[in-house]
């Protein structure tokens, strides 16, 4: 089976700098597509960055672009997600999520793996 798993989740104040990483285990077919996506309480989940697995194109939410960059870790069998000018409004659990074929996608539907999920809060 093919597992995610989040960490680098925290507190940071308005403005602060935060990495989440996601680390991929188990089978897979080929090389997988990755996501980012965030869900705050009350809100439904939404889409914050994703990249195709050869790292040539890279997709963002119109709220974190120039923001955030998503990117291949060191690990080849993961990804990362560098949060720079972080605001409240970014606060949220945030979920790695892996997707089988090429492309890459916004729709979370397309998305067949999902970790656990990382908290982020943001202070004012």
């Known amino acids: 089976q093919v597992q995610l798993v989040e960490s680098g989740g925290g507190l940071v104040q308005a403005g602060d700098s935060l990495r989440l990483s996601c680390s991929v285990s188990g089978r897979t077919f080929g090389n997988f597509d990755m996501g980012w996506f965030r869900q705050a309480p009350g809100k439904e989940r939404e889409f914050v960055a994703a990249i195709s697995w050869d790292a040539k194109n890279t997709i963002y939410a119109d709220s974190v672009r120039g923001r955030f960059t998503i990117a291949r870790d060191r690990n080849v069998n993961s990804v990362a997600l560098q949060m720079n000018n972080m605001e409240p409004e970014d606060t949220a659990v945030y979920y790695c999520?892996?997707?089988?074929?090429?492309?890459?996608?916004?729709?979370?539907?397309?998305?067949?793996?999902w970790g656990q999920g990382t908290q982020v809060t943001v202070s004012s």
């Open positions: 999520a892996a997707r089988r074929g090429p492309g890459v996608s916004d729709d979370a539907r397309y998305y067949g793996y």
